[in-house]
Nanobody
Framework: QVQLVESGGGLVQAGGSLKLFCAAS????????MGWFRQATGKERGVVAA????????YYADSVKGRFYITRDNAKNTGYLQMNSLKPDDPAVYYC????????????????WGQGTQVTVSS
C-alpha cells in the first residue's frame, strides 16, 4: 500500500499560481501511476491531470491544459501539480491519488487517495 499526503493549497488571487505537493510513503512510489483530481462544492470529483509511473506520459483535462503541469520525482516519493493562471472556476478540494496501472485517468483506477487540500481563488 501507499499513503498520500497533499499540501500546498491555500488562497490565491485570480491569475496567480500555486504548487501542490503529494508526499507518498509505504510501497515504492515509482510503481504507481499518479493523478490529481478535484471536487468543488456540489460537483462530482473529476480528473485534473495524470502522470505515468515513469513520468513520461501525462494527461490533462481540457479545462486546465496550458495552465497546470503535473510532474513527479520518484527519488523523493513526491508528486507535484503546478497551477498557473488560476481562474474563479478552479477552486476545489484537490486530491492526489495513486493507482497500480502504469497510467490511468479514471478515478476508478485509483484505489489510494490523500485527504485533499483546499484551493481557493479570489477575484
Amino acid at each position: 500500500q501507499v499513503q498520500l499526503v497533499e499540501s500546498g493549497g491555500g488562497l490565491v488571487q485570480a491569475g496567480g499560481s500555486l504548487k501542490l505537493f503529494c508526499a507518498a510513503s509505504g510501497r515504492t512510489f515509482s510503481t504507481y501511476a499518479m493523478g490529481w483530481f478535484r471536487q468543488a462544492t456540489g460537483k462530482e470529483r473529476g480528473v485534473v491531470a495524470a502522470i505515468s509511473r515513469s513520468g513520461e506520459g501525462t494527461y490533462y483535462a481540457d479545462s486546465v491544459k496550458g495552465r497546470f503541469y503535473i510532474t513527479r520525482d520518484n527519488a523523493k516519493n513526491t508528486g507535484y501539480l503546478q497551477m498557473n493562471s488560476l481562474k474563479p472556476d478552479d477552486p476545489a478540494v484537490y486530491y492526489c491519488a495513486a493507482g497500480v496501472r502504469s497510467f490511468a485517468v479514471a478515478a476508478r483506477d485509483y484505489p489510494y487517495w490523500g485527504q485533499g487540500t483546499q484551493v481557493t481563488v479570489s477575484s
